[in-house]
């Protein structure tokens, strides 16, 4: 299923990476850098999936999650998180304030396809 795909992360390296990755498999990519540009494109834009790093510079992922989950024009967008972190309780509390899953850094393209194909799978 192909989307419309906002990237919210604050490492350069990393949103050009998966801009590469996601276009490869089809999609539509939009890349922002922090929260408060995070929320404002996916108001505006209204993708079909969020991609973002559960630390985008002075942002907290949980915290953009909630704010995402809150608004109306967003709340129905599903959010995949992409992070290093693998720390069970912060992996559990993106999921539980809505996050349709979770794809560990490094990426790679099979686990973010897995990941694309659950979240947007689950958003229809």
Do not use: N, W
């Amino acid at each position: 299923m192909k989307a419309k795909v906002l990237v919210v992360d604050d490492e350069y390296a990393f949103a050009q990476f998966a801009r590469m990755l996601l276009e490869g498999l089809g999609h539509e990519v939009e890349v922002c850098i922090d929260g408060e540009e995070a929320v404002a494109q996916a108001k505006a834009g209204r993708p079909g999936l969020i991609l973002m790093d559960l630390h985008v510079g002075a942002c907290d992922g949980a915290e953009l999650i909630r704010r995402l989950k809150a608004e109306p024009e967003t709340k129905a967008i599903p959010i995949l998180v992409c992070s290093m972190s693998r720390t069970r309780s912060e992996v559990e509390k993106a999921v539980s304030l809505g996050a349709a899953g979770f794809v560990p850094k490094p990426v790679s393209t099979e686990s973010l396809r897995a990941g694309l194909d659950s979240a947007l799978g689950g958003s229809r």
